[in-house]
């Protein structure tokens, strides 16, 4: 038998599976930033409190304390769990990779997450209930070790875009995975917005506080807006630098789909905030949570958004490390780990060929079963990036072909640019010719909008290779 | 048909390999999972208490006491049993990868809707703990109905992965049944009632243990009189006994319901765990009534669990042993240096800050009024902030060193 070891396929009509990971990795980002965040201003505020002797100071940090604790511990903590449970089942093969490169340093991780969530309440509820320096000690380990565990995320995250040397490939050792080119860049940008996100929520926090002194919210509110400031002043820097480590596919997918959709948006995100920064130093006691919190869904929703889903994007046609593509097959050789490539095997036997999770009656392709054994080479080979149904929003498969309903024209680009690879976006995906023919004709039924009529009426749009959107 | 599962089951491992011997992660996803379901089960077990005593709460003060303090209880139990839970997801899947991710795309819906089911149910259960005071209103005691419910319900989800990938000769079935490919991933395709309700049932004993633990705890603070205490403490005995008399039959049943091709040795750990129970059961009668040795039943509470984590994963290694799936013949490629960084990071971290924030939390719990760090407090302080620090330094000095080489092409 000529298997490989592929899984089940779970597919999500209309918006795939890409985006229920984006919809979690977003609450997440938003989540785990802003603890981390916070972990920072809330030392910086115990420091001050704790040397100019003003315990009121700690007021805030308390009420903060609060929001820190419910919101972002515990939200962050179970939408990290749910974007490791939607890559999972997203890409089984692309997740069995990272976690078999880097299982210690998310153990690592682990260890620093479990201690945290106890030195979160130990945080809280701890504030007045123990000596004031036992308390700053606490606020500085709690802080450092929140950043740990960005440390540790961020080297296997940057990872999944690629390791920008050969080193990898030929040790394979987790050392030259984890300090890969991109690292220190992207690191940048998430401390620097880490920062961001947890003074605007602080804002928010000041902004609930009209109860107390007006100088006590001039105090927390000046302490805190120039981390906000530097933090983004880092992360754009950084942002920059980061475009710089990325590889070909990436720049590609930027130019051509990314920048033209998301740039305006993000320079919009970033001037806002500035200038609301500015505005909160300025006049700490005019601020108001019916602006706080819009600002705070606009960074997640116009900059977080298309952060998660530009990183997710920029990756493709891979998943993992520039070797596992979206569709779960292996792109190239990895001597270090004794990883071989899986395209030619593909292509010599074909998905029905090799694929374990195949029921017999579709193993071969009839007249009869040809739009089902499409359906499902589809899914399998296309639906990791593509949504299969008309209309639909993750770059669906039929308006690509522009609503074809030739199944040869379909065909030709599948035998074409894909066969050979030549879409860098796009995983190389060589199969015989009636597995092509099978999924053109599902494609072109899926345009008819008829089930078991894949006929060929005349079509004469132009071949998909230049996609819109 | 097996052998065929079974070369499908071992050319489904990942291909990198594993960086350290399978035994190793072996025994720490059984450990791990130790301190996962012991909070599990005393956050169900403090849940439902902090339930029941809140419909008490009008016919004896101490109900409403026990109800804000179990409703607290809880709170922090459901953040730690989800971190817990982190580590051994991690490591059964660096072994046992094509059993978890085949049974995770199977069901794959449910475990969207366990995160969102946690998320929920935890929110509602912080709506019950901020508003569980003596005037509050009865019906809130809904959010905490809510909350309990969707615990169960993803401790449900999470046993049907467990069981699910148990049964690699079922999974064909399940995804394509009569053929028909189905990649909703809609449905929990096996449950084993026995063995989930056994293992729920277990919160009972662990709830009373925990009461035990609990009433010893605050001994010396005045705001839990004595009288509160000792009625804490008899409630826990009652609770504990009780739930070791439910427990069992329900045990038993789980090992009529296992496979009946499992050789006797698979069964071998239940039987001692049976023993293990009847036996707490006893020392919760004799001792439970006793001031001081809540600790120690406490911690003794730990071997049934234990048993029933080794029990557990020995059920998997011969439901495997059919389709010749050993964890041993995993390929390995060794990398010291991130095994090196797990097991210092759990001991200078885990050790020193983790126990830093644990003694310091229990120190001050105990007594009323500002705590005043002793010395060995002071110092374990000073070290984890150095700790850290120095952790941090080390990343980066080794990390850019790896950087540069690579910039310059080594
Ligand atoms: C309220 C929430 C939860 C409850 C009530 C719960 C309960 C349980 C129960 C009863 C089992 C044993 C299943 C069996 O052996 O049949 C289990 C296993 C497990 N749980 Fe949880 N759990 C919860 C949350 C979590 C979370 C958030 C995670 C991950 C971060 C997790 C990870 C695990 C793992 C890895 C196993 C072992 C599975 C195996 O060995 O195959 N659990 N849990």
Known sequence: MDMLGMYPTFYVPEIGSAWVMGIIGTIHVVASHTSVGAAFLFALLATKAYRESRPELMDYVKRYGKVLLVFSYIIGSVTGVGIWYAITIASPRGTAGLIHNFVWVWAAEWVYFTVEVIGVYALVYLIEKVDRLTHLKLTWAFALASWATMLLIVGILSFMMWPGNDSWYLTGSTNDAFYNINFFAHLGVRTGSMLVMAVIVGLMIAGSMREKSPALRIEAVRTIVPMGILGGALAVLMFFYYLETLPYNAKVMLHSHLLPRYAAGMVLVVTITFIYFLAAWAKPLFLRNWITVPLFLFVAIIGVWPEERTRESMRKPYVAGQYIYGNQTIARDVPGKGILSEIEHISKHGILGIHPFIPETLRTVSEENRREVGELLAKISCGNCHSLEPGSPLRNLPDKFHGSTDVELIAAFINGPLKNGSVPYMPRIDLPEQETYAIATFIASQNLGERNRPSMPVDTTQSGATGEQ | ?410
Not at chain 2, 97 to 126: E, H, K, M, N
Not at chain 2, 201 to 206: H, N, V
Not at chain 2, 222 to 244: E, M, T
Not at chain 2, 371 to 393: C, E, K, N, P
């Open chain 2, 1 to 410: 048909m097996e052998a065929d599962v079974g070369f499908i089951l071992n050319t489904m491992r990942d291909p990198a390999g594993i960086p350290a011997p399978p035994w190793l992660f072996q025994v720490l996803m059984v450990l791990t999972w130790v301190a996962h379901i012991a909070f599990v089960l005393v956050t169900l077990g403090a849940a439902a208490l902090s339930i029941v005593a809140f419909y008490l709460r009008h016919h004896h003060p101490h109900w409403q006491q026990l109800s804000i303090a179990m409703t607290k209880g809880a709170k922090i139990g459901v953040s730690l049993l989800i971190v817990l839970g982190v580590a051994p997801l991690l490591f059964t899947q660096v072994i046992y990868d094509p059993q978890w991710y085949t049974a995770s795309v199977l069901s794959a819906r449910w475990l969207i809707i366990f995160i969102f089911t946690l998320i929920i149910g935890y929110c509602s259960w912080f709506v019950f703990y901020y508003s569980n005071k003596p005037e509050a209103q009865t019906r809130l005691g809904l959010f905490a109905l809510l909350g309990l419910g969707l615990f169960l319900l993803d401790g449900l989800i999470m046993h049907v992965l467990a069981y699910q990938s148990l049964q690699p000769d079922q999974w064909m079935n399940w995804y394509a049944p009569n053929g028909q490919v189905d990649t909703r991933g809609a449905s929990l395709h096996a449950i084993q009632w026995s063995r989930f309700l056994f293992i729920i049932s277990l919160s009972a004993p662990a709830l009373a243990l925990y009461l035990l633990a609990y009433a010893d705890y605050y001994s010396r603070r005045s705001d839990r009189p004595k009288d509160y205490r000792d009625f804490v403490r008899q409630l826990g005995r009652r609770i504990g006994k009780v739930g070791c008399l439910i427990s069992l039959p329900l045990l038993f049943w789980w090992l009529l319901d296992l496979p009946g091709h499992l050789s006797t040795s698979a069964h071998t750990p239940g039987w001692l765990l049976a023993g293990a129970l009847i036996i707490l059961a006893i020392q919760i009668d004799r001792l439970g009534s006793l001031p001081g040795r809540g600790y120690l039943l406490l911690f003794s509470g730990l071997i049934p669990l234990g048993l029933m984590a080794l029990w557990r994963e020995v059920i998997r290694v011969h439901a495997m042993k059919p389709f010749g799936y050993d964890i041993h013949d995993y390929t390995v490629h060794a990398d010291l240096p991130s095994t090196i960084l797990f097991f210092l990071t759990l001991l200078g971290i885990g050790g020193i800050f983790g126990g830093f924030l644990v003694l310091l939390l229990y120190r001050a719990g105990q007594v009323e009024g500002k705590y005043q760090a002793d010395r060995t407090i002071a110092r374990l302080g000073t070290l984890s902030v150095v700790v850290l620090g120095l952790w941090i330094t080390v990343f980066f000095v080794y990390g850019f060193s790896i950087w540069v080489r690579h910039a310059i092409g080594f």
